[in-house]
């Protein structure tokens, strides 16, 4: 039985589309997190829903390195 993945500070994951993303802070307050990636030579500060992080990793389109 697979359990629920959390995102925690510093922990790093990669999607095909984008590449690497390091989770740098949680918003507990949006049940989300802030996330750094490279989007071409810029670096890009994304915000994920964490019961968008679990199923992602469910369905393996995220993998958590």
Request: hydrophobic fraction near 40%; aromatic fraction near 16%.
């Amino acid at each position: 039985m697979l359990t629920d993945m959390k995102a925690e500070v510093g922990m790093k994951f990669y999607d095909v589309y984008s590449g690497v993303h390091k989770v740098v802070e949680i918003c507990s307050e949006h049940k989300g997190f802030y996330h750094i990636y490279n989007d071409g030579k810029k670096q890009v500060k994304g915000f994920m829903y964490d019961v968008a992080f679990e199923r992602l990793t469910k369905v393996n389109a995220i993998y958590v390195l």
